[in-house]
């Protein structure tokens, strides 16, 4: 699956760079006295999705491509409507807007919102994007020759795009390379190259590089000696990056001793994390350095630990009825 790329910049910010609307372009300081002369004083913000669209049919790319985004993403002033999205960023496409190509495609490769998926578009629309210059579009195109996802699978391919991204600060195409030379996938297996290259991905923030490197220490897999402190670095950066398998792993092996530890027990919590839920119901049911007692919490952080399958949750609540309903 391929990913989306998010930029409201694209030249063009709310009220920038739509040329038919040159008299509103000011300072705001100014925009009381522009308006009133070009009759615009009734203007409403709901209105600059109509003068976007007059711009768009005036063939103004970033125009189009900002109202297949208002439309993908919505906005206090227009609900999500996929297809409008795919017709506008389809505009914008066929004006050479790089951005709108891989939209366009990330939502022909994912079918998100009722659109019918087509991943011969997507793989078109991918190739265009990366034509233009986008690299998320040259990354994705990579991925669709590698799962051979609307073309001929290509490793050949998917390993050059890969490289080509890597080196453009794309993590995930860092990533994806590392494992195609950790396993040794049309390219000569290379432990120390897939090393680098996990190092790179997730240092260029890609939460998955870091986790695949954390994997790695934790199991001493690969002929990588087992290391349990760098793993626990590595599972950390992945759970700042909001990667919950991560954040699991990290409670998992380690106590809740810091608000460090506390932050990302609650992060592992909130997105499903059975023992990180569990670690803090624990650690409210006494006093300790980082909280106080709260029998409330306690039971709210194991109630919710037990339901996804955390036994020893299940059983201090169980010793909490039995004692008496206190812990």
């Given at each position: 699956m391929g ?5 409201w ?8 760079t739509?040329?038919?609307l040159?008299?509103i372009?000011?300072?705001i300081s100014e925009r009381?006295v ?10 409403t913000d709901?209105?600059?999705?109509e003068y976007y669209?007059k711009a ?7 125009a189009c491509?900002?109202l297949?985004l208002?439309?993908?993403?919505g906005?206090?002033d227009?609900?999500?409507d ?19 190509c891989?939209?366009?495609?990330y ?11 087509h ?10 994007s990366c034509?233009l ?12 020759y590698?799962?051979g ?9 998917a390993k050059?795009?890969?490289e080509?991204?890597?080196k453009?600060?794309?993590g ?11 396993h040794g996938i049309?390219?000569r297996?290379?432990i ?15 939460a ?12 001493g897999s690969?002929?990588v000696?087992q290391?349990?402190?760098k ?10 990056l909001?990667?919950v398998?991560s954040?699991?792993k ?8 810091t608000k460090v530890?506390?932050d990302?027990?609650k992060?592992a ?7 990180g839920?569990y670690?803090?119901g624990?650690?409210?049911?006494r006093?300790?350095?980082?909280v ?8 709210h ?7 996804l399958?955390?036994s ?13 309903n206190?812990f």
């Open positions: 990913k989306f790329n998010l930029n910049n694209s030249k063009l910010g709310i009220f920038t739509i040329a038919v040159a008299l372009l000011v300072a009381k522009i308006t009133k002369k070009a009759g615009l004083e009734s203007l709901e209105e600059y999705v669209k768009c049919e005036l063939k103004d790319a970033d491509y900002e297949g208002l439309y993908d993403k906005d206090k227009v609900s999500v996929k297809e409008n999205a795919l017709t506008y960023y389809g505009l914008a496409c066929e004006l050479d807007n790089a951005t709108a891989n939209n366009l495609a939502l022909y490769n994912t079918g998100e919102g009722g659109v019918e998926k991943n011969g578009y997507a793989f078109r629309y991918y190739k265009k034509d210059g986008d690299m998320i579009g040259c990354y994705n195109l990579g991925s669709m590698y799962h996802e609307g073309t001929k699978p290509s490793k050949y391919r050059r795009l890969f080509k991204v890597c453009q600060g794309i995930a195409g860092c990533n994806d390379l590392a494992y195609m030379y950790a049309h390219v297996r290379d120390y190259e897939a090393i680098s290259l996990y190092n790179d991905g997730c240092d260029y923030g890609e998955s590089a870091c986790n695949n490197l954390a994997n790695m220490y934790a199991k690969f002929g000696q290391d349990p402190v793993a626990e670095q590595y599972y950390s950066k992945a759970c700042d909001d990667d398998e954040c699991n990290l409670v998992s092996i380690k106590q809740i001793k530890d506390l990302k027990a992060k919590c909130e997105h499903n994390g059975a023992t839920c670690k803090l624990e650690l409210y049911t006093d300790n350095d980082l106080k007692k709260d029998e409330e919490k306690a039971l952080y194991l109630t919710k630990a037990c339901d399958g955390q020893q949750a299940c059983k201090k609540i169980g010793d909490f009825h039995k004692n008496g206190k």
